[in-house]
């Protein structure tokens, strides 16, 4: 287990008397900023300090105590521990906070998730909309005194349930007698929506204007939510001046499915499942994730077999998303569906495995605090093997023999700029577009969490940032994870797979804990704030897709509509963990 | 497979035209005709969806059954298959496309969300299964269901299809001509289903505590 972020290294108090003071409640760390002080104190932590990367921001309702908590959670691209820094607010609305994107460009969705779901006002921001609900809607979510249509209790397990197992159909308990709530005297009839007023005018004011020369009007096209290639149902509004893209807005929400609300009702074990569902493509990853971050909470060792376990089926589902990553990248490029169908092959072959070791080939629901659910059998273990020494090498050796020097390809490629190592970091953006860029920074080497720290194997990285480096950086990847899976299969010890006994409900002592890994999207985070009770207090997922995606709007404008598809597939986006 | 089979099976047909003539009905004609070539809207929701590609490789292969041609755009395609969680904010866009897709049209709903909410019911964003707003024809129970599941369940909606007649099916019929289209929901403070506006008026005139912040 990685040890636990020590933040107090950083003796900002001294540097700043009177602005910042030490977290001081149990179970936390990091400092309390004031917000009167806060953009002087976030420009010294990435100047003086040198923590570039801002990965995570999120807020936190603390009702009882009548406040409003924003965390920021900053880190260096040249690894190591974080640094934790909050800002305090009384609970009144407007609830205002100054906003960090001047400092961080990668602040600016996840205020605005912020915002929508917690209803702090961000002082500052260029474009405070709601992100992940339509404008208009009632109400902001994860505000602990909001009340979903559905509610029935607090937390769960719902008395009606368990023991009582007297259930009612939620729909019948609502007036609306459906998952509706509308304010009282709510007339339907004379509701106007808003339209996306909203959306227009800001793709407006961050639209870049013609040099004059040439006059050409500006067209707004909207791709999606429904269309093919989005990866999902990902909405894009874009101004066109021929084919030139001058603005570019992404809308989302389109697969909200309310993971942290949910998540909070939950109880810890409850939710393991869940985060299967949100990057479904890697549900053994983002398992991963979640219970090493409850772990650190819970501060538990983990079984000896069971922590290569973890390791061997995490990389199996990295190999698995950036096979996959490689068929959609060239669909998206126009080789309709034949290199896609070899992909899905070999994907097929290690979700059997996902299968014979969990039951399940998407939703494998797998891993538990201490160890995993099941162990693997031998001959399990032998089918991995000739997987990933035989089968797997040949057939990615393969598919960059075939794909690699088409001539199509390289001209989509090459040389089509991304992004370069200065605005990746700036806008937060980890994981294999940010190493692509040229910054060694992979989490399983730049803050090693599990057993990474035993193994033999680079990080991959390439130097220019475009397309080409960003497609072949994934096999680079493909060919460590199967050194990794290789050392572990050598170094796999017999013993129990699990360090705690199975229990329904897991103690978890008050505090919090940020636990990150690098899923094969950049880097996965989970909040949790617990109080002690069998629920989280607060649950947050810090998607790799959703911050990546923050930096769409630089990538794209200025490139041509044509690039677009490809640009936005290098950023490896899916829409579970993207919207949650 | 019997129903493949066009001729009736009480005409005798002499063997050395068999493969030249053959005698049936128009329902069977036009049934046949339909099951063969299921087109889907290439739509994908959620989770679900990625099974649904699945479906479609090489191991599991739905083209064996005549459903393969994913059709981009809903003006070509016959079925519709909601495959994912179903949200507040995405209904609209799933409605226009149903409005948009010619009769005859159907809905499979796949997996536990599109047919019920599944894990995520009690989220606020999302619709408790498709079917408030689509008529469904097949639902596939699963999270998410395996391709064998998805392919089982379109030979269902093969059956389905196999049972039905000219002369009855709705889209064909003058009086409920207009049950083909669903008015489209609106967003406002929530989910607004225009064909229950008075329902909700009256249900938010009694609403004691407004309970949202
Ligand atoms: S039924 Fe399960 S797999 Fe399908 S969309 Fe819902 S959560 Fe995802």
Redesign the interface.
């Known amino acids: 287990m990685a040890a636990p972020a020590s933040t107090q290294t950083v003796d900002l108090i001294a540097r700043f008397p009177g602005m910042v003071t030490a977290d001081t409640r149990p179970g936390f760390t990091g400092f309390i900023v004031n917000k009167e002080n806060l953009l002087e104190v976030a420009v010294a932590i990435r100047d003086e300090f040198g923590y570039d990367l801002l990965t995570a921001v999120t807020g936190v309702d603390y009702l009882a105590e009548n406040k409003m908590e924003v965390v920021y959670h900053a880190f260096k691209t040249t690894g190591g521990a974080g640094l934790i820094f909050r800002v305090q607010v009384e609970r009144v609305d407007p609830i205002e906070v100054p906003s960090l994107t001047g400092i961080w460009p990668g602040a600016d969705f996840q205020e605005r998730e912020a915002w929508d779901l917690l ?1 702090i006002k961000f002082t500052g921001h260029p474009d405070l909309r709601r992100i ?3 404008e ?6 994860l ?1 602990k ?8 209790e607090e937390v769960k397990p719902f008395k009606s349930r368990w023991p009582d197992g007297q259930h009612i159909y ?2 019948f308990k609502n ?15 004379k ?1 106007e ?1 808003e339209n996306e007023k909203d959306l227009y005018a800001s793709l407006e004011n961050h639209t870049l204007k013609g040099e004059g020369g040439l006059k050409t009007d500006q067209i707004v096209v909207n791709m999606g ?2 269309h ?1 290639s989005t990866h ?2 990902l909405r894009v509004a874009v101004t066109l001046e021929g084919e030139t893209i001058m603005g570019l807005k992404p809308v989302m ?6 993971h942290d ?2 998540g909070e ?1 939950n109880t810890y074990l409850q939710t393991i ?2 985060t299967d ?1 949100l990057d ?2 890697n549900s053994m990853s983002n398992n991963f994730g979640y219970v090493t971050t409850v772990e650190k909470l819970m501060n538990i060792p983990v079984a000896e077999r069971a922590e290569y376990i973890r390791v061997i089926m995490a990389e199996l589902s990295r190999i698995q998303n950036h096979l996959i990553f490689i068929g959609m990248l060239m669909n998206d490029l126009g080789t309709m569906y034949t290199p ?2 070899y992909v ?2 070999e ?2 072959l290690i979700l059997d495995i996902f299968e014979a070791v969990s039951g399940a ?3 494998c629901n797998y891993y538990r605090f201490g160890g995993v659910v099941r162990d693997i059998p031998d001959d399990i273990l032998q089918r991995i093997k000739d997987l990933v020494v035989e089968r797997i090498p040949a057939k990615t050796d393969e598919m960059e023999r075939f794909l690699n020097d088409n001539e199509i390809l390289v001209g989509r490629l090459k040389g089509v700029h991304l992004i370069n190592a200065e605005d990746a970091i700036k806008y937060s953006i980890t994981g294999p577009v940010l190493r692509a860029a040229g910054v060694p920074y992979d989490l399983r080497r730049a803050d090693p969490y599990s057993i990474y720290d035993r193994f033999d194997f680079d990080v991959a990285v390439r130097y220019n940032g475009d397309m080409m480096d960003n497609y072949l950086i994934r096999f680079d990847e493909i060919r460590q994870s199967l050194r990794i899976i290789e050392q572990a299969l050598k170094q796999i010890p017999q013993g129990p797979i699990n360090s705690q006994k199975p229990a329904y409900q897991v103690r978890v002592p008050a505090g919090e804990a940020y636990g990150r890994i690098e899923s094969p999207k950049g880097e996965l985070a989970f909040y949790v704030v617990s109080n002690g009770k069998p629920n989280p207090y607060r649950y947050h997922v810090r998607p790799a897709s959703f911050v990546n995606l923050t930096a769409i709007e630089h990538i794209c404008r200025g490139a041509k509509i044509q690039d677009f598809v490809a640009l936005l597939a290098m950023l490896d986006i899916v ?2 963990e993207l919207d949650r | 497979m019997e129903n493949e089979k066009l001729s009736l099976p009480n005409y005798n047909i002499p063997e050395d035209i068999q493969n030249v003539v053959a005698i049936t009905t128009l329902d069977r004609l036009y049934n046949w005709g339909r099951r063969s070539s299921v087109w889907p809207l290439m739509f994908g929701l959620a989770c679900c969806a990625i099974e649904m590609i699945a479906a479609q490789t090489a191991r599991y292969d739905m083209a064996r059954f005549g459903m393969e041609v994913m059709r981009p755009t809903p003006r070509q395609a016959d079925m519709m298959l909601v495959s994912g969680t179903v949200t507040k904010k995405m209904l609209p866009a799933i409605i226009r496309l149903y409005n948009q897709m010619p009769e005859p049209k159907y809905v499979v709903a796949m997996g536990a969300c599109a047919s019920s909410g599944g894990p995520f019911k009690e989220g606020y964003n999302v619709v408790a299964g498709i079917d408030k707003f689509l008529p469904v024809d097949v639902y596939i129970p699963g999270c998410p269901p395996t391709p064998q599941a998805l392919i089982a369940g379109m030979i269902k909606l093969q059956e389905k299809i196999d049972k039905q007649s000219i002369k009855t099916v709705r889209w064909y019929d003058k009086n409920k001509a207009d049950s083909n289209y669903v008015p489209m929901p609106i967003l406002g403070p929530d989910l607004i289903d225009v064909r229950r506006n008075a329902e909700y008026k009256k249900a938010a005139a009694t609403q004691t505590t407004q309970e949202s912040a």
């Open positions: 209803g992940l609900m339509w208009g809607y009632e109400g902001h979510p505000r005194d909001w009340k979903e249509a559905f509610y029935e939620s729909e007036p609306f007698r459906d998952n509706l709530n509308f304010p009282k005297d709510f007339d339907p009839e509701y929506p939510p429904h093919p999902g149902v929400g389109y697969l909200h499915r309310n609300k949910i009702r499942p869940y569902r479904y493509f896609s169908l899905f092959e994907r097929e080939r998407m939703m829409m579970g």
